[in-house]
């Protein structure tokens, strides 16, 4: 399996194209995407509130690639107002899962309500995690989850109020590293580039890939150069990294 981090130039806008562009990063990258490869859309990239036609170009775009999308999120109309959610699909378009942000942000709780549904999944056979944003700061909603994830997939849309990203880049990167060392975990995160067009904040362009099995620091966390990042996770290693940490008495869920 291998794992595509996107960070596009997106635009908070109804009618902005911004699945063409996630679909343009991935071309001008020069990545032909696998079966088993896994694509991490950013969150809320999508500005309708149509949630099928929501899960339907995600559905698509699984097909068109032929690889598992994780599909970012959207703030999606329901009983009582909105939820910001978001599906995960196979290469054929097969629907695997849904999952909701369960702590909105700062003034995105006006748009939307808190959700209700954690992003436990299943794909090609590894169990998957997906927490929306600002859930990944929040660890106790990692230990509620039924089973200790193989991979935690962190849909972003950042914003900061400092002049520059370099805050919130350090933040998210710590933040990533300290996850995945704790919980034995590869951690990857797609967001909106820098340049992306975003109501009043800036994105800070913060995706990137922790990789707990890492011994030269620099890997630790690894930010996308660019707007993708292709990375193969090796099962095999990060089940000797837990082996390693449960021998030591220093493992969560042993």
Known sequence: ?????????????????????????????????????????????????????????????????????????????????????????TSDGTLVGRYEKLRPYATEREAVRAGRQL???????????????????????IQTATHLPDVVLVPALSVSRKPTPEYSRALWRHLAVARAYEYGVYVGISDWACASKVHVLSASGVGGFADP????????????????????????????FRTDRRQRGFFWKP
């Not at 992003?119 to 909603?141: K, M, S, Y």
């Open 1 to 89: 399996m291998r794992l595509l981090l996107v960070q596009p130039v997106l635009e908070a806008h109804p009618r902005a194209d911004n699945l063409g562009a996630v679909r343009a990063a991935v071309r001008d990258a020069g990545v032909v995407p696998e079966p088993d490869d896994v694509l991490l859309l950013p969150e809320h990239w999508s500005f309708e509130q149509d949630g099928v036609r929501y899960r339907e170009s995600i559905r698509t775009l699984a097909r068109e690639l032929g690889c598992h999308v994780v599909g970012g999120s959207q703030h999606e109309a329901c009983e009582g107002g909105a939820v910001n959610a978001g599906v995960a699909c």
């Open 119 to 141: 992003g436990e999944l299943e794909i090609a056979g590894r169990r998957v995690l997906v927490l929306v944003c600002a859930d990944f700061w929040f660890a106790d909603l």
């Open 213 to 240: 099995t890492a011994t030269d620091p620099a890997a630790l966390f690894v930010p996308i150069a660019g707007h993708v990042a292709v990375h193969a996770l090796d099962f095999d290693r990060l089940d000797a």
